[in-house]
Each structure stands twice: as C-alpha cells, then as structure tokens.
C-alpha cells in the first residue's frame, strides 16, 4: 500500500491476514455472532413447553425466535436487539402475552 503525505510518499506492508481478519469480523458482526446483543427470554424448562411456547409465539409477533439448549433447559429467546432500548420497546409489547419474559444481561461471546 502507497501513502502520500505532506513530507514524502511512504510505502506501508500489511500482512494479508488483517484483511482477511477484517472481512470475518465484518461478516461475523453483521450475523450477530459478537458483541453485546439484548434477548428476551419468554421460558426455560423441558423441550416439549418449549416447542409450545415457541409456537405460541410465532403465531402472535413477528421477531425472531429460537430455542436454544442450555443444559439441563430449553429456552426460548427472542430478538437480537442492538440496544436496551429496542429490547424494552419489544418487552412490553411481548410481556401482553408473556407476562414472565424478560432481558437477561447479554453475555459477551
């Protein structure tokens, strides 16, 4: 890479793997794979309540649900909020249905 400047023309080596690093942390952001993301979580517990309430759900709102397994329960989680705000906005609209749904502290992966 050449750079210009005010006192003279400079040639910068970067090594490939930066940019191959940078276009994984872009894709990896952009799917939601890091940084801190807010959930709703509407129930844990055995796997067949959870198809139901997943179900349930589906049904009523339109964010995006998963069941996720974390031993020994199942739980159902909704969104992948960018921020506290949108999350609340989305609970309170949930929380009509589910009264029980809240938003864990989002975990750093």
């Known amino acids: 890479m050449n750079l210009s400047a005010q006192e003279g ?6 090594d490939e793997k930066i940019s191959k690093l940078l276009e994984i942390k872009t894709g990896m952001s952009r799917e939601s794979k890091i940084g801190d993301r807010y959930k ?3 129930f844990y517990g055995d796997n067949n309540e959870a198809s139901e309430v997943y ?24 969104g992948n909020f960018r921020n506290r705000l949108e999350a609340d906005r ?18 750093r992966r």
């Open 9 to 14: 023309n400079y040639n910068v080596n970067q």
């Open 40 to 42: 709703i979580q509407l």
């Open 55 to 78: 179900k349930k759900y589906s049904s009523e709102f339109d964010y995006p649900a998963i069941i996720d397994y974390e031993t020994p329960n199942y739980k159902v989680y909704v």
């Open 90 to 107: 989305a609970l309170l609209k949930i929380k009509e249905a589910f009264p029980g749904a809240f938003i864990p502290k989002p975990k």
